[in-house]
């Protein structure tokens, strides 16, 4: 980890009154900038002790100052944290983020066969959407640093959470309060095709079951498109079986919040009459008082900028898995 300088580029542009991008074009020496304002700057610079970051440094000659951010969706609580973290992270060290939004398969396959920001950007940051092999041959043919977030990508150093452990640590915890007729809400995105966290999830799900002499039913394993009216219609399935569950693991809290409305809907006290749990800790599940296991989605994007920063120094950074917890509210009770 790179360790956070007492002054940075925003305290210099905020003592000027003027912008960030206004302070790194004077500092690195790039036009758009007058000679006065640049000596300005300078000078300021100069009287709070401000040093410039290596890796801004290192973005002189030719460089553009940009990283690339793809997303899949902008509008989504687990994007737009994980991109405030890159933001907030790189731009401490003068750098602008480019974000690009591409939410369907024919948008990336577009964008990986054209790359519109190979000569626009010093990095790119991949954030959770899954990329096939024509997609990293044409990643690696732009010499450019790439991290991934939420997957693992050979090739490329990335951050995630074990998915794994998470939907375990998250199915444990309504074994251990004597649930065995155990059910999970899995999810696609809407096109259809299944994350790399949802099948990681499905298997530690599983794994939890089986390692308390449970038998994984796949009837109680529910598909839906990612999203709360996803959640809503596959508890409705659920609650129409001869023999409903008790609990319900669910793939998101998104997707919880929306199986909690059906069970609103019909009459259910949760937790007396249904526990809930699922993965996330989005900050509408402190208002549901929804049981989940917590991923640090804002320190994701700020590890994701911290693997750029790395890369830009011309060091070869390792992924980082960071770890989860268990965030007990009022969605589960133990049997009775």
Not at 54 to 76: E, F, K, N
Not at 120 to 148: C, H, Q
Not at 203 to 232: C, F, M, N, T
Request: charged share 25%; aromatic share 4%.
């Amino acid at each position: 980890m790179i360790p956070r300088q007492q002054v940075n580029m925003h305290d210099v542009a905020q003592r000027l009154g003027v912008s960030i991008s206004t302070v790194s074009r004077a500092l690195r020496g790039q036009p758009g900038v007058s000679e006065k304002m640049r000596q300005r700057v300078l000078a300021q610079a100069e009287a709070m002790s401000y040093v410039v970051s290596p890796a801004a440094s290192s973005l002189s000659g030719g460089a553009t100052g940009r990283v690339g951010v793809l997303v899949p969706q902008i509008d989504v609580w687990f994007y737009s944290s994980v991109v405030a973290g890159i933001e907030s992270r790189l731009r401490a060290e003068g750098l602008d983020v480019q974000l690009c939004c591409l939410p369907t398969t024919r948008e990336r396959f577009d964008f990986f066969e054209r790359l519109p920001l190979r000569r626009k950007v010093d990095a790119l940051v991949v954030a959770s959407f899954p990329l096939d092999e024509r997609a990293r041959t044409r990643l690696e043919s732009m010499g450019l640093p790439v991290v991934v977030v939420e997957e693992e990508v050979e090739g490329f150093p990335g951050v995630r959470i074990d998915d794994r452990v998470a939907a375990t640590m998250a199915v444990e915890h309504l074994l251990r309060a004597g649930h065995r007729r155990i059910a999970m809400i899995r999810t696609s995105d809407p096109e259809g095709r299944v994350w790399a966290a949802d099948i990681a999830r499905l298997d530690g799900y599983r794994a939890a079951l089986s390692a308390h002499g449970v038998i994984p039913d796949d009837d109680q394993v529910i598909k839906v498109p990612w999203g709360i009216e996803g959640g809503a219609s596959a508890m409705e399935v659920l609650l129409s079986r001869p023999d409903p569950p008790t609990a319900v693991f669910c793939f998101s809290d998104e997707v919880a919040i929306g199986a909690l409305r059906t069970l609103r809907r019909a009459g259910l006290s949760v937790p007396a009459e249904m526990s809930v749990v699922a993965v996330d800790d989005h900050p509408m599940a402190e208002l549901m008082d929804l049981t989940t296991v917590r991923q640090p989605v804002h320190e994701m994007g700020t590890t994701a900028a911290e693997l750029v920063l790395s890369m830009l120094r011309g060091e070869e950074p390792e992924s980082v898995v960071l770890p989860t917890r268990l965030v007990i509210r009022h969605s589960t009770r133990r049997l009775d």
